[in-house]
């Protein structure tokens, strides 16, 4: 029945998309949009906000926008996610709200997070025609720092605004915005969009201090001696994981990270742009999440000819958003399932030529219920490749944590927090996101910097 069944976004065509950073999902109309919302159910138990780590009111929005009130329901989801056109595209909803939406018990879950998304573009069109107020005036004498802009950094600086506090972000990059800049591509999330929710938090108040790298520009110590009461730590896990195989220095291999930020932040993407960007003919992208989607078709945009994802899993353990991997195959992405390098060899040149991958088989799903990948002795492949891009992960960056003496770290080097307030282990310095729970989510990342300002301001009014 249609009724069971979300109501289809519009989406640039594969082959218009392939070679195009243009967005590829173009959001709902509003007749689209009222549709979807007028499918839930408004259950009385609500179990889709017990799934977003920002507590959204789902229910009430949803119904505001069944009935045309697009405002209405962007003011409500605003109320408690800052970020709410960002968090639209590229949230992982079927895993969270949309996960544990009634509707989808007997056929497919409301579309929350496109109804989301279409909200807040709705907000920002009519919002745009009106003349924007100045910063708001902070009413409260204590100022805060929050050391990086990502999802964590700007969501706890966001709250603190909104409590009254003075709040200066520090951020080490020359663009604000962390992974959503620099990583995550524009025909996913266009950087237009990350611009004007930073300008309406900026609309609070708070202050953004670019090219500052904390640790190296000032430490946390020097920071409280500038008068900051508070400091939140969202510096993110940006620091790239290798496989320590042979050949992984050669010419032709890079980082799923540095290949991104040629790409996003230093603009390589517009093609006009000088940034030296390696444009790979035949590619082979190590890894199965988002970031391996990405970058797989961020070199398929560039010109490749074939671009190729190892996975050591199969499709079925792919950690990358189904929306994601649907499209990287629709675009022509082929997936080698069950595979993993184990070595790059060199041309005459020195230049990487091509990829030994070893086979793999799944074990027997352990006491988890995950499936280990195990090598099949003897099978290997040999993929001629002139560039690699690895994304099998990344870990905290431990600049911060060796300039600041009692900073406790876990073993992966995450900075330890308290599950409840985010605090760490020194004194009013406060942590979350990605650097407290290794790579992860934006919205988990966000949930983190809500409870952190939250706490913080307890803190500073000793409590
Ligand atoms: C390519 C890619 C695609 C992704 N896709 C998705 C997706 O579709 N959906 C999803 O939910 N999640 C996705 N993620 C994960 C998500 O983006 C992260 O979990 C999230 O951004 C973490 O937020 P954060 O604020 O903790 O850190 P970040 O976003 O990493 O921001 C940290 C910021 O701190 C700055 N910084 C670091 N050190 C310092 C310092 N010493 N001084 C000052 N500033 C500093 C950095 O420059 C950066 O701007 C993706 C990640 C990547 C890399």
Redesign the pocket.
């Known amino acids: 029945m249609a009724n069971q069944q979300k109501t289809p976004m519009p989406e640039l065509k594969p082959n218009e998309r392939r070679r195009s950073f243009s967005e590829a999902a173009l959001g709902y109309t509003p007749e689209l949009a009222r549709k979807e919302a007028g499918r839930c159910l408004n259950c009385a138990t609500r179990p889709c906000v017990a799934g977003c780590p920002v507590s959204v009111p789902i229910p009430e929005f949803l119904a505001k926008a069944a009935k045309g009130d697009f405002l209405g329901a962007y003011e409500t989801v605003y109320a408690q996610n800052a970020l709410p056109a960002v968090c639209g595209r590229?949230?992982?909803q079927e895993r969270q709200c949309e996960a544990l939406c009634v509707r989808g018990v007997k056929g497919e879950p409301v579309a929350i997070g496109r109804v989301e998304r279409f909200a807040a573009d709705y907000w920002d069109e009519a919002e745009r025609e009106e003349e924007q107020p100045g910063p708001a005036k902070p009413e409260n004498p204590d100022r805060a720092a929050v050391?990086?802009?990502?999802?964590?950094?700007l969501t706890c600086a966001g709250e603190l605004a909104r409590r009254g506090y003075q709040v200066t972000v520090?951020?080490?990059?020359h663009e604000?915005?962390?992974?959503?800049?620099?990583?995550?591509p524009e025909f996913?999330l266009p950087k237009s969009v990350v611009r004007r929710e930073i300008a309406k938090l900026k609309s609070l108040g708070v202050e953004i201090s670019l090219n500052?790298?904390?640790?190296?520009l000032f430490t946390l110590p020097e920071l409280f001696g500038q008068g900051y009461k508070a400091v939140f730590l969202?510096?993110?896990?940006?620091l790239p994981v290798f496989m320590g195989i042979p050949g992984e220095n050669l010419v032709g291999v890079h980082s799923?990270?540095e290949f991104?930020t040629r790409v996003n932040l230093m603009k390589a993407y517009l093609g006009e742009a000088d940034t030296p960007v390696q444009k790979g003919k035949r590619v082979v992208v190590v890894g199965g999440g988002?970031?391996a989607m990405?970058?797989a078709r961020c070199a398929l945009r560039l010109g490749a000819e074939e671009v190729r994802i190892l996975y050591r899993r199969g499709p079925d353990e792919l950690p990358a958003?189904a929306e994601?991997v649907r499209h990287a195959v629709e675009e022509g992405i082929l997936f080698d399932f069950l595979s993993a390098p184990t070595e790059y060899l060199p041309d005459e040149s020195g230049r990487l030529k091509a990829a030994v991958c070893q086979k793999m088989a799944l074990s027997e799903p352990d006491g988890s219920g995950r499936r280990s990948p195990v090598p099949i002795p003897g099978e290997t492949a040999t993929i001629p490749c002139d560039m690699a891009v690895v994304a099998i992960g990344?870990t905290p960056?431990p600049?911060?944590a060796q300039m600041t003496e009692g900073l406790e770290l876990s073993a992966r080097g995450c900075v330890l927090t308290d599950p409840v307030t985010c605090a760490t282990s020194v004194p009013g310095v406060y942590a979350?996101?990605?650097?407290a729970t290794g790579?992860?989510?934006?919205?988990?990342?966000m949930g983190a910097g809500k409870k952190a300002a939250a706490a913080m301001d307890g803190y500073m009014r000793g409590i």
């Open positions: 590229v949230c992982p050391i990086g802009s990502g999802p964590a950094g520090f951020e080490a990059l604000p915005g962390g992974v959503l800049t620099y990583g995550i996913r500052a790298v904390i640790g190296k969202g510096v993110g896990a940006g799923a990270n991104l988002n970031v990405d970058a958003r994601e990344t960056n600049l911060i979350g996101g990605d650097i790579a992860a989510t934006v919205i988990l990342a």
